[in-house]
């Protein structure tokens, strides 16, 4: 496809962890990100992974990237209400600029 | 201040007005962007500014008209709008035209 997919919607139990999903189509990115959006609020950059790496975990964040499947995954673990949220994958493609899909709109329910 | 901020905050134009969004970023940035969210749609890259120059124009509508005066400041003026250009608009900054970017709050923009 041409746009980067995710679901756009995702509800956990405070204290699950949460899995957010995504596919990207240029395989020559050579960051893959994730962004944030609380209501009200422009995009935060969350955490980032570079092309060669398969994981990174920072903190309650982990980012796996498979890049055969082109496939990007955020693991947020012991998800709080404060992580509600919705969350942006982004990839690097067309002369350096960052192409984001629709978002996930993550509800953490108490 | 600090960071990018973007004015106003929420924007309400019927279609015959003509307005403009602002956009300062004290980052110490040379390129700036504008996108357009809309609901269950990706982030849609408008345009891209590298030193003042515009780099990018992905087939935007000649209704939106973005306006960079300096590495600082990015303006997109509107006219003649339509109901769905209803959207958040977003400004961004980066250095060297190199992810990763920076965003404002953005503009909360209705067309009636």
């Known amino acids: 496809g041409e746009d980067v997919e995710q679901s756009l919607f995702l509800s956990v139990r405070e204290g699950d962890s949460s899995v957010i999903n995504c596919t990207y189509t240029?395989?020559?990115?050579?960051?893959l990100y994730w962004y944030k959006q609380e209501p009200g609020a422009g995009l935060q950059l969350l955490t980032y992974?570079?092309?060669?790496?398969d994981m990174k975990q920072d903190q309650r964040l982990t980012v796996l990237l498979n890049k055969k499947d082109k496939h990007l995954s955020l693991r947020i673990a012991d998800t709080q209400t404060g992580d509600s949220a919705i969350y942006f994958c982004?990839?690097?493609?067309?002369?350096?600029?960052?192409?984001f899909g629709t978002g996930t709109r993550l509800t953490v329910i108490p | 201040e600090t960071g990018v901020t973007q004015t106003p905050r929420h924007l309400v134009m019927g279609m015959t007005n003509k307005k403009s969004l602002k956009c300062e970023q004290h980052l110490g940035h040379n390129a700036m962007y504008w996108y357009k969210q809309s609901a269950k749609k990706p982030l849609e890259l408008m345009f891209v500014y590298n030193f003042k120059e515009q780099t990018e124009n992905n087939s935007v509508p000649s209704r939106f008209s973005p306006e960079c005066p300096n590495s600082s400041h990015l303006f997109l003026h509107l006219h003649t709008l339509q109901p769905e250009d209803s959207a958040l608009y977003l400004c961004?900054?980066?250095?060297?035209?190199?992810?990763?970017?920076?965003f404002g709050n953005g503009t909360r923009l209705t067309v009636t």
């Open positions: 982004a990839e690097i493609k067309e002369a350096n600029n960052l192409f």
């Open positions: 992974i570079f092309s060669n790496m």
């Open positions: 240029d395989s020559s990115s050579t960051y």
């Open positions: 961004a900054s980066s250095q060297d035209r190199v992810p990763p970017l920076h």
